[in-house]
C-alpha cells in the first residue's frame, strides 16, 4: 500500500519560513518523481515544485522560485520543501505527489493527505 505523509505545515507570519517534510512508503522512492502542489479553497491548485529521482532537475512553479526549495533524501524515502518569505497567498493545503515526470502536469498518480499552511499579514 503506497503511503505519502505530510508534516511541518502550521501558522506563521509573512517573512517566515517553513519546512514541509513527506514521508513515503509502499513505493521505490528511488525511482519517482517527487512534487509538491498547493490547493486553497477559493484557488485552481497549483504546481509549487518537482525533483527528478535523483535530484539533479528541479521544477517550480513561477510564483515560488527563488523561495522555495525542494531537496529529497532517497535513503529516508522522504522529501522536503523549503519555504523562505512566505507570503499570505501562500495559504493552502500543501500536498506531496510522485510520477514518473517531473513537469506540472504530470502524471501524478499517488497523493499524501496534505498538511495546512497559513500565513498572516
Known amino acids: 500500500q503506497v503511503q505519502l505523509v505530510e508534516s511541518g505545515g502550521g501558522l506563521v507570519q509573512a517573512g517566515s519560513s517553513l519546512r514541509l517534510s513527506c514521508a513515503t512508503s509502499?513505493?521505490?522512492?528511488?525511482?519517482?518523481?517527487m512534487a509538491w502542489f498547493r490547493k486553497d479553497p477559493e484557488k485552481a491548485r497549483e504546481f509549487v515544485a518537482s525533483?527528478?529521482?535523483?535530484?539533479?532537475?528541479?521544477y517550480y512553479g513561477d510564483s515560488v522560485r527563488g523561495r522555495f526549495t525542494i531537496s529529497r533524501d532517497n535513503a529516508k524515502n522522504t522529501v522536503y520543501l523549503k519555504m523562505n518569505d512566505l507570503k499570505p497567498e501562500g495559504r493552502a493545503v500543501y500536498y506531496c505527489a510522485d510520477g514518473r515526470d517531473p513537469q506540472p502536469w504530470g502524471p501524478y498518480p499517488y497523493w499524501g493527505q496534505g498538511t495546512q499552511v497559513t500565513v498572516s499579514s
Open positions: 509502499g513505493l521505490p522512492f528511488s525511482l519517482y518523481v
Open positions: 525533483t527528478t529521482r535523483d535530484s539533479s532537475s528541479t
